[in-house]
C-alpha cells in the first residue's frame, strides 16, 4: 500500500512592477497618438455636436431657452449643469476638440518621420527567384542584356517608378503618394479644426428682429441676441445698414400638406458705408446678403400684433407692435407685452395670436392655416410690480408675474381679453383699457463673419485630394533581370503590390515585358507563349 501523497499548495506569482511615472507617461501618450484613438475622439466629437443642433442654444436662441426651460423644469437644472444650452462652450466640448487636435498632431508627426525615411531609402533588390512573386513573367530576346536594361530604366521611369540599378537587374517602386494621400488627409482634419476655432475666436454671430418698414444697422444695440467670440472686439462691426422694405410668404392652400411653406422672402435695401447709395435686395433663405466680412441671413419670420394700452388715467401707455413668437407650424404665436408706465399700477400681459382663428371643444382656441386670414388675439392680464426698476435683465418674452396679481372676472375667473383688430376692451378696477389695432409682420436676420471658414473650406478640399490619392494610388514594385541563357538574353519581369487589393497587377507586368521585349505577345491563357522573330515567350515559367 502506497503512502498518501501531499499536495503543495502552488505558489503565487509574484505581483508584476507598477508603472514609474515617467512609462505611465509614455504609456498614456502613445494611448492618446494612437490611430484607434483618434477616430474615436472624431466620433465623440461628431457625436458631441448633435447636442447644439438639437437642444436651442443661448447664445443664438435666448427666447427659445427661456420657453424650453419652462416646458421642461425637472431637466432644465440638469442641462443646465451640462452646458448643453452652449454645447460649444462648455468645458467637455472644448477638452474633446483639443484632444482630437493633440492625438492628431503626436499621430502626424510620426508618420511623417517614418514616409521621410521611406522616400529616401531606395527599392530593395531583386529576389533570388522572381518566379515566387505573385506576378512574373520571362521573355527571351536576341538583344544584348545592357540595352534591355537601358530600356527597363527608361520605361520604368517613364511610368513613374523610382528606379536603382543593381548587378544585372533594375528595382523600382511606385506609388509613395499613397502615404502622402494619408498623411494630407490627416492634415486636413486638424486643417478644418483650426479653421472653426479661428472663426469661433475672432468671429461672431447675432440675432436680430426687424419689422417691415423698419431698419437696422450692425450695432450691438440693435440685436437681440449676440455671441461675440473670445478675441473680437465689438468696436470692428463693420457699418452695414439695411431697411426691411416687404416680406411676402406664401403657403400651400389645399391638399394633405395645407399651410406649408412654398417660398418666403424679403426686399431689402442695403448701404456698406454711410454716405454710399443704398443698393436693392432679395433676402430668402437659401440666398443671403454677403457683404465684405458679413453675411446676413434670413433665418425666420412672424406676427407682431398693434397694440394701444391706455391706462387708469386716461393715458396712452403703450402703443405699437408686439413681438410674437411662433409656436407651430400654423403660426400660432406666443407674446408678452410689458406696461411700465402705466398708471396707478403697472401692466403686464401674455397670451397667443393666432393668424386664423378657430376653436373647438376639444383644443380650444387654434389657427388652422399661417396666412393672416383671420387674425385673433387672446390675452391674460396681469397688475402690479413688473420686478423692471431692479436693474437684473429681463427676456422681452417672458413675464415675471412673481410681484404681480391676475385680473379676474367678478365670479372669480381668469380675465381673459379675447380680441379682433378694431376691439376694444376695458379692464376691470378702472385699470384702463386695451385695443388690438392690428398686425404687422416681422422677419428675424441673422448676421454673422466666419472668418475661418475659407480655412476649413481649404481642409476639405485637402481631405478630399488625400483620400483620392490614399483610395487610387497603388504602392507597387517591380523588377527586372537580365541574363544570358545559350547566346540569348533571358528577361525576367516580376511584380508585387503593397496595397490589400492587388487588382491590375498582372496586367502592369505583362505591359513591362512588351515595353522591355517590344514585339513579344504574352499568352494570357495556359503559360505558354509565342514570339516575334526576335523574341519568344518562355513556356516553362512565363507566368504564375
Known amino acids: ?33 494612437s490611430m484607434r484613438t483618434a477616430l474615436l475622439l472624431l466620433l465623440l ?35 443646465e449643469r451640462l452646458g448643453l444650452f452652449s454645447v460649444y462652450d462648455s468645458p467637455w466640448f472644448s477638452a474633446i476638440y483639443l484632444l482630437l487636435m493633440v492625438s492628431l498632431v503626436g499621430c502626424i508627426i510620426p508618420r511623417t518621420l517614418v ?16 518566379v515566387r512573386l505573385p506576378s512574373y513573367v520571362a521573355v527571351e530576346s536576341d538583344e544584348a542584356p545592357e540595352v534591355l536594361l537601358e530600356r527597363a530604366r527608361t520605361v520604368l521611369k517613364r511610368r513613374r517608378y523610382k528606379v536603382v540599378n543593381g548587378s544585372g537587374a533594375i528595382s523600382a517602386e511606385r506609388g509613395y503618394l499613397r502615404e502622402a494621400g494619408n498623411l494630407l488627409f490627416h492634415i486636413s482634419v486638424i486643417v478644418v479644426l ?16 426687424v419689422m417691415v418698414g423698419n ?20 468696436a470692428d462691426l463693420p457699418p452695414v445698414s439695411l431697411t426691411v422694405d416687404d416680406f411676402q410668404a406664401e403657403f400651400l392652400e389645399e391638399g394633405p400638406q395645407r399651410g406649408q411653406p412654398v417660398d418666403f422672402g424679403a426686399d431689402v435695401t442695403y448701404t456698406e458705408a454711410p454716405g454710399e447709395p443704398s443698393k436693392p435686395f432679395r433676402l430668402e433663405v437659401n440666398k443671403p446678403l ?41 403660426f400660432a404665436s406666443f407674446g408678452v407685452l410689458k406696461v411700465p408706465d402705466a398708471q396707478p399700477e403697472q401692466l403686464g400681459f401674455d397670451g397667443m395670436f393666432f ?55 367678478p365670479d372669480g375667473s381668469d380675465f381673459r381679453l379675447d380680441m ?57 514594385r517591380a523588377w527586372v533581370r537580365v541574363t544570358s541563357r545559350s547566346g540569348r538574353s533571358y528577361v525576367e519581369v516580376g511584380g508585387l503590390d503593397r496595397s490589400t487589393v492587388a487588382e491590375g497587377l498582372d496586367d502592369e507586368v505583362r505591359s513591362l515585358a512588351r515595353a522591355v521585349v517590344p514585339g513579344a505577345t504574352l499568352d494570357t491563357g495556359d503559360g505558354t507563349g509565342t514570339a516575334s522573330a526576335d523574341a519568344e515567350v518562355d513556356g516553362s515559367v512565363s507566368e504564375r
Open 1 to 33: 500500500m502506497s503512502a498518501p501523497t501531499t499536495e503543495r499548495p502552488a505558489t503565487p506569482a509574484p505581483p508584476s512592477p507598477g508603472l514609474s511615472p515617467t512609462e505611465l507617461m509614455r504609456w498614456s501618450w502613445r494611448q492618446l497618438t
Open 45 to 79: 466629437l461628431a457625436l458631441a455636436s448633435v447636442p447644439g443642433s438639437v437642444i436651442p442654444q443661448s447664445n443664438i436662441a435666448a427666447g427659445d431657452v427661456s420657453r424650453w426651460k419652462e416646458d421642461h423644469p425637472t431637466l432644465a437644472p440638469v442641462y
Open 115 to 130: 514616409y521621410a525615411r521611406a522616400l529616401r531609402t531606395p527599392p530593395p533588390p531583386a529576389p533570388r527567384n522572381l
Open 194 to 209: 483650426l479653421g472653426f476655432a479661428y472663426g469661433q475666436l475672432f468671429g461672431y454671430k447675432g440675432g436680430a428682429i
Open 215 to 234: 431698419g437696422f444697422s450692425n450695432s450691438l444695440t440693435q440685436y437681440d441676441d449676440f455671441a461675440p467670440g473670445s478675441f473680437f472686439d465689438p
Open 290 to 330: 454677403i457683404l465684405d466680412g458679413v453675411s446676413v441671413f434670413l433665418v425666420g419670420h412672424g406676427y407682431a400684433p398693434v397694440v394701444t394700452v391706455e391706462d387708469g388715467n386716461g393715458d396712452i401707455a403703450y402703443s405699437g407692435p408686439v413681438v410674437f413668437l411662433p409656436q407651430d407650424s400654423s
Open 355 to 409: 393668424p386664423t382663428y378657430s376653436f373647438s371643444m376639444d383644443r380650444g382656441p387654434f389657427s388652422v392655416f399661417p396666412d393672416a386670414l383671420n387674425p385673433a388675439m387672446s390675452l391674460l392680464a396681469y397688475s402690479g410690480d413688473l420686478g423692471m426698476d431692479d436693474g437684473a435683465p429681463q427676456s422681452v418674452f417672458e413675464l415675471d408675474t412673481d410681484r404681480m396679481e391676475k385680473l379676474e372676472k
Open 420 to 476: 379682433s383688430p378694431g376691439r376694444t376692451v376695458e379692464l376691470p378696477d378702472g385699470l384702463g383699457k386695451v385695443t388690438f389695432d392690428g398686425w404687422q409682420r416681422w422677419v428675424k436676420v441673422q448676421v454673422s463673419d466666419s472668418p475661418g471658414k475659407g480655412v476649413a473650406l481649404a481642409g476639405v478640399v485637402l481631405a478630399l485630394v488625400g483620400l483620392m490619392g490614399s483610395l487610387f494610388i497603388r504602392r507597387r
